[in-house]
């Protein structure tokens, strides 16, 4: 029987820009230039100008941009800042089955991975089409599940997003793929009693993720395994993340290139 991993790891895989409807390509055009101006407007908050100054600091390869500031970083950081200016104000896009700020996670990764590899505009948009069908599907399999655990949806699904991004950017196969998305399971994070307080730490939220799905995809390619269950298993993800433990399998692998 197909695990959820491979699942869609099947789909990553085969998904080419050319299975792509019209409006799935400007949809997402649109959404690139709607998360830029938010990143670009970010740049003035000091909690950006904190989380800079702590990435930055790390060091590593100049491979890509801060958005803003010009700043280069490794592929695997950088969304933490572009992801952390994504989702700082809260005008980015909101899935409303699933509560999930999908963009703020899936257009810095998709961003990062694209010039991190030289890849092109079309793989861009075939790498973000593929991470909001996985994360949007991971959270409409019961809508704001996670919400009732105290779990941020953004990060919490956002990883598979971006670990669907990064294995399609980094030509994974199939295998290594659901190996990646499994070990995305383990990188997911996020709980939202920062809501009570007023803390900063939300913001950072769905930069994370975007950096845990990227890592998750580097270790899948250099031969590091995860669990082809680790979504579905009895000690996996919806087990640990999700109360009651129901959901439904036809939203999470159904009609894929049917139903964007």
């Known amino acids: 029987m197909t695990t959820i991993t491979q699942g ?3 789909f990553i895989n085969d998904l080419k820009f050319e299975d792509l409807p019209s409006e799935v390509v400007t949809d997402i055009k649109m959404r690139v230039l709607d998360s830029l101006g938010i990143m670009i407007a970010a740049n003035r908050l000091d909690t950006t100008k904190t989380v800079d100054t702590v ?33 700082s104000f809260d005008f980015d896009d909101t899935h409303t089955g699933t509560l999930i700020h999908a963009s703020a ?9 694209t010039e991190g590899l030289k890849l092109s505009g079309k793989d861009l948009i075939t790498m973000a089409t593929a991470g909001f069908e996985v994360a949007l599907r991971m959270g409409l399999a019961k809508p704001r599940g996670c919400h ?8 919490v699904f956002g990883v598979f997003g971006a670990s669907a991004i990064a294995a399609k950017g980094l030509k994974l196969d199939k295998e290594k793929t659901a190996m990646a998305i499994g070990m995305a399971a383990s990188f997911a994070c996020g709980v939202m009693q ?4 007023g ?10 993720a975007g950096h845990g799905g990227i890592m998750s ?24 993340y999700l109360s009651p433990v129901e959901y439904d399998i036809n939203e999470l692998l159904a009609d894929f290139k049917k139903r964007w």
């Open 8 to 10: 869609y790891a099947e």
């Open 55 to 87: 990435v930055e600091g790390i060091g590593g390869v100049p491979q890509c941009t801060v958005v803003g500031t010009g700043a280069k970083l490794p592929m695997v950081n950088v969304p933490i800042i572009n992801g952390t200016m994504a989702h």
């Open 105 to 113: 996670c899936i257009i810095p990764t998709a961003l990062a991975v």
């Open 148 to 155: 009732t655990r105290g779990f941020h949806s953004t990060s």
């Open 194 to 197: 920062c809501l009570k307080d």
């Open 199 to 208: 803390t900063d730490i939300k913001i950072i939220h769905a930069g994370w």
């Open 217 to 240: 995809a580097l270790l899948a390619q250099n031969g590091f395994t995860g669990p082809s269950e680790a979504i579905e298993g009895e000690i996996g993800f919806f087990n640990a």
